[in-house]
């Protein structure tokens, strides 16, 4: 843990945005990568919420920069009946990136990651069914037909996740190691 003085202060304040812009430029270079192709839900929509999440000093930012950027990604990529439940989901992974703030430890990484990756799957696929999209009927056999039938996905999800996490946490880690200014005040530190 760092101590800080008063004229350490200054320093860190003035150089909050650098990271701010490093951490957006990051977001917003994964949600660009949803426009490529790729597998099926192998995308870096869940990772980019964790880091969102876990980054962001602000909360409001850490909630809203990120769902923008993969709103935005759905301009390309298109529209569907499932988006809210996604977006949804896409908000309790940003939560699950929070609860990182304080221990970026690779074990409570990959444990968040796997979390985040089953809630996606058990939201999604109880959105499929409950809206119909699909041939499941209103039944109990028809909504673990449904989750029977994402297991798939959901593999694609977690691969993708762990992968994206990988490349998101592991690049800020980084660049906060090769440039020193770009590392964070400690989250318990006030300024006045």
Known sequence: MHSYEPEQ???HNGL???RALVIAGI???AAALRILPHPINFTPVGAL???GGSYFASKR?????PLFAIIAGDVFVGFHRLLPYVYA???VSVALGLCLRRDRSAARIGLYTL???IQFFLVTNFALWALAIGRYPKTFDGLVSCYLAGIPFFWNTLAGDA???SMLFGGMAFLEHRFPALRAVPLDLKFS
């Not at 930012?61 to 920069?65: E, G, S, V």
């Open 9 to 11: 202060l200054k320093k």
């Open 16 to 18: 909050i945005k650098p």
């Open 27 to 29: 977001v917003v270079a």
């Open 49 to 51: 919420a964790l880091f």
């Open 61 to 65: 930012l850490a909630f809203l920069f």
């Open 89 to 91: 989901s896409f908000l």
């Open 115 to 117: 979390a985040g990756a």
């Open 163 to 165: 992968l994206y996490v």
